[in-house]
């Protein structure tokens, strides 16, 4: 069996890490044995770049499991879990190349090996197998893909929009058990884990200050306050800030709260949000962290440029000794820090995301005859379903609707 | 001037009311300012039917700063308070034809009434008078107007896609600014204000149980669980249910539900949520309320039907004894608890509703000669000025984008 | 039967109420079984002055259950609920002697009146009836007594130094179950519920300050947070202070509060602690609400000095416009908001105290042989008791220690 | 200068842990600079056995500071930071004897050191100094000593009642600015990171069952409801059950909450609250953790006695496979998970047992005339400053008392 891994004598660590995700994935597990009584995939190659972690891990299993052939290579250089990789070659016979440090030209090359096995769904994180595939592998047949993130989407709505996309591509990442759990949830957690393990500060009693009152800004600012903080809410949107507002947070703006903040969390998508010019507010001993998807969000450029002294005082946190003699923390140099000073996303979490991608995959398969060259929202019906087994993973059963309310509800149809 | 009241020496006290509402009115009290300053209505006429509460007043009062004559009509027979009319027409110079107790025939003779002065623009709340309008005054030449309810829009969007929609319409009730705060936060509160006047019954400790997670829903449920109750979900969508779980909620159909609530609110938009068989499971001395529009939610004719005897203990709870010998107690009668038991929404509420009536109002004056027939959502500039105006009115700054940020946000549309 | 109340044709309504109070209170109903199957006041005479409300009502007829012959007048000239006091007298023969808008020499007749039974017990709210039986009744040869409020104990502890103390009494007002529940669930809430009632404004978004953390502000301030309010908290003692910051909340002087706050709240039974000067520094529209037991909070008197005009804007909502143009808003004149503009507890936190009132002459009737001249606090077990007994009416099961649990907690007892 | 530490070349580092903790130290650095400017210490010599962590060097910093000389061992043969240690004897000029991984000889050795130098005041944490030097130096001349953890407190009130106690102790355990920041918000908030850092699961959606509800379980119940779980409470004590319950929680018996829990914490001070019965009743994939001091809380023997297979499954976390084939997971081996898992409490928190520490020390200098042979509470004073400058450090300012208030309040001592 084909496959580049650094080293199978892991694979039984590896499988511990995978039953310990899989047994916080009631949703994944539930579709496997869905798919796998059908067979749904059998005779199917299923090529995915997916960054090689236990969660993934059960992702693949479980199109394994339905009896698809499954390639998998790794979607950033540095995610590859080694002893997950090696249970999954070992113990499931999955063909993976990738390992954890491989160098750029791994990268690729490893992406142009899954592709050598002609297959007839591919699933990406980020964009860059879509890419490759439109680039040098325009001959393959195949049925469709999915897409993990945002980026990707993007990317493959460009090509949509120029009329050259070659097959349908479910867009994962719009699903709503997909980014309103990701995010929200997922991240609100996630990020006051790594700002703890980064900085072992007392949330309670500090002020902090959440920059972007999005879905993730949410999260943070709602588990900041169950933690016993005073939260001040950035926002540029009015409608978002009368929301904090009536949510009982305070808003105001970065140039006033910058002043009085402890601890800065952005959450934007936005850039320099987080200015040179606001860090001079600071109070001394002021922690910054970023938990947006890109490291833009606190111009740690310009931070650099004034710095008189940086040093590091415990791992992923960096003082900052300024001009005007005061210090500040900055996190994980700015990038996520809920995955750089964390474990990103529990589990529970990639359940949904995952749930939805083999479900999209399984609608690929199914309707690859009739569905168009273009790129696709999960389906409602797959989005509600995911939630539905979750729900009953959890042990949760949900009210149904009589025929007479059906009924009713379809002649009113007026939003409470 | 023409005008009908009950008693214009109730003009005093009605004035006292419609400060105390402007108080906490910022929002419109800034756009009567700017729209005064430039007599934007100067020479319309506006014939407007709405609920003839202070901060109606505070509307119309708007309107006719502005330079506006207005001619109000009461949106329901029994809404009408008196002692606002008798202000807004002896200290405001405004038509009002409306009392509290007007008969059916009074209220379509007054509706009748405001339409005689050849409006430029009508505001409706509800529908009748759009209705009548394109029964009986197809000649007016109306360069449009406004609905704040959903019923309304439902109806007016009927008229629109059957081809006939004299006039283009505004649909207040879809603004961002009117819909998740009318809901969440002035629902959310004022349906616990009425079970509190209906009851007086001690929230901290109570099982309650709120049937429907949209906007009302959680605004409830979170009201109660910083109350001390413990809260339950009911709920139909899974996607919802996974929410409310995910908000530390416990989900569960009501068949479960029913036998462990000490309290129920509804608020679905549904028929029957609670049923006979529902009210049979429940424990002695349960409490039935309903917060969604409708009196439908709870089947309170076939607990009418089954009780063996029915006595009213408070006003607004009525006691229900059960062929098994428990009791319940229905509050309101199974209508909207907040409106029947309390005092319906806040000012501060109705303000955001209401300046998106006034630049509604002024968005068709100015807008007439370009915009179709056809019903139209609140323009976004719309929503977020109301937004921004509130806050601003609240003491509230937000942050605002820089030009480079502005341009990077351009490139990248993913949502935080 | 010998009684003075105001017109028993009202018997019919009071017994709704009283019902309706007895379906709240589980613990007592449930100690009245225990007390009546044991017939545990037979032949004993009990003379109480306590409020006439349904709670109480709910209170004397568990005594009478149990068997004793109950004489009663009302502790305040306004809290008598004439058709309770007729459904008292009429249902249940119980001699009442009050009635609302009773005059001063009234009320002190009917302490009289109750007196000449020669009781056994005496159960007193206030400490006049204890004051009047150790200057006119010192023959009377009693038991015990019981004293509901804090201002009682005071005055009895004073005898009980100067060694002029004529009987046992056991003091309520300390028991756990009472002070606890009381203060942070029982007015947490109602205080919420008066200024609703009183003014009808939204919570969220407002600033609101609360004055005093001890148990009544920290109920209060946990439940505006959790109807979306940003809130501040006052306080002298920088232990509590540090409380209040640690459970999130804002914290600073009432000279910088003043200037912030939207609606300020006092709960501290301190004098002024919101003076002339304070007000002065306040925002237009700030509306002032006391929850100390006393209306000495809020410089009442030094408002009405300054204000250049008083008006009554709602029931108990005052306008006071001040010299700077500013117009603030004080609730029911100062005086404890719950109580005046709502109805004072609910039923089930009278439950607590009044089921310590039961057991508490439980104790003083198996006891009075043995038990000195002295005051009392509730014993544990009886504290214990009514926790108990009221988890045992919600439905709610705790846990029991094992005989190995008690062993080891007994060598360490340390507390977590 | 005499000395024992593992690497004086860490001492670079460990001077950086010292500066981060005292970023986060702002009262004890208040402290500091008083007891410096007066040389409050000068000529005196304090031994001090204590964990040799980051915030007890800014404890002894401070000391030194004051004028003392300091000779310090550690508390336990693990705790000591050997880079801190360094820092302290390179930078400090502090008599460190201690170093991570010492023996039990060289621990007893350590202390035997560090009373050579006829110390006038020790500090001790668990009591084994103050037992050796009842045991062997009896002719030590000591101003007295303090004591930080219960445990000790227990010895030392023995030896009191005894009459053998040969100097007067403080117990900095009982200050209620230790135990209840120590208690509530620090372990409230570091049970919780121990349980992510083990586990990385969603809390959001779990049901979390907290095993006593004194001041750690409050602290563990509020933070997991704030991070979005359903919190079940189970206590022996109905008092505390019933504010459970008002707070919101459920409330139940372990036999009942071991069926539904995800995840359970205890934190009761008692044995074996988690039995094997209970363990067998669980849902698959149960995980349990200890949060209280001592590691019987969990009956940790009963469930490897009963394992079919036991395995570890990340860092912390073990598996144990039972007989009924269900697999739950053990954390920390039933250790407190704070400090096990995590890095225990954070230097916010220890900021104020160490301040209490400090002007302990003041206090027995400043009154060992007159002070007697006894175990003595923190004077309410040194408490209420060690608050007070707390809230200065954290830039806060609280409310002062007028004169007229002060009086006020000396007549009517009542609680609120």
Same sequence: chains 1, 2, 3, 4.
Avoid: C
Wanted: glycine share 8%; aromatic share 8%.
């Amino acid at each position: 069996m084909e496959y580049n891994v650094k080293d199978l004598s892991l694979a039984d660590q590896g499988k511990k890490q995978i039953e310990w995700a899989e047994m916080h994935m009631p949703a994944l597990i539930s579709i496997r044995q869905q798919l796998s009584s059908s067979q749904a995939f059998k005779g199917i190659r299923i090529s995915a770049v997916l960054h090689v972690t236990k969660e993934t891990a059960a992702l693949v299993r479980t199109l394994k499991a339905a009896g698809a052939d499954i390639y998998l290579a790794g979607s950033n250089p540095l995610s590859t879990q080694d002893d997950v990789a090696a249970a999954l070659v070992k113990y499931d016979g999955i063909h993976v190349f990738a390992w954890k440090g491989e160098s750029e030209t791994d990268y690729y090359n490893n992406m142009n090996e899954i592709l050598k096995y002609e297959p007839n769904v591919v699933m990406d994180d980020g964009g860059d197998l879509h890419a490759l595939i439109h680039e040098k592998y325009r001959n393959i047949k195949l049925f469709g893909g999915t897409e993990e993130t945002t980026t990707g989407v993007i990317r493959l709505k460009a090509m949509e929009e120029q009329g050259v996309l070659l097959y349908p591509v479910i867009a994962v990442n719009n699903a709503f058990t997909k980014y309103l759990f990701d995010n929200r949830v997922g991240t609100g957690q996630s990020a006051i884990d790594g700002i703890l393990r980064a900085t072992n500060i007392l949330i309670a009693g500090k002020v902090a200050v959440v920059v972007g009152y999005g879905w993730v800004g949410r999260g943070i600012a709602s588990r900041l306050r169950g933690m016993g903080a005073r939260v001040i809410v950035v926002e540029v949107s009015p409608l978002r800030a009368l929301e904090a507002l009536m949510d009982g947070f305070d808003v105001m703006p970065m140039k006033d709260a910058a002043k009085i903040g402890d601890l800065f969390v952005t959450a934007t998508g936005n850039i320099n949000v987080i200015s040179k010019d606001h860090i001079l507010l600071m109070k001394n001993g002021a922690i910054l962290a970023n938990a947006g998807h890109f490291n833009v969000e606190i111009d740690v450029k310009g931070l650099k440029e004034i710095a008189k002294n940086i040093r590091t005082i415990r791992p992923y946190t960096e003082e900052y000794e300024l001009p005007n003699g005061n210090k500040v923390y900055l996190l994980a140099d700015g990038r996520l820090v809920n995955l750089a000073a964390a474990e990103g996303h529990p589990s529970e979490v990639m359940d949904l995301s995952f749930s939805n991608q083999a479900l999209s995959v399984d609608y690929i398969v199914k309707n690859h005859l009739s569905i168009e060259k273009r790129v696709y929202n999960v389906p409602l019906d797959i989005d509600e379903q995911v939630a539905f087994l979750k729900l009953k993973g959890m042990g949760i059963e949900i009210e149904t609707m009589t025929e007479e309310q059906k009924e009713y509800i379809k002649q009113w149809k007026y939003g409470t």
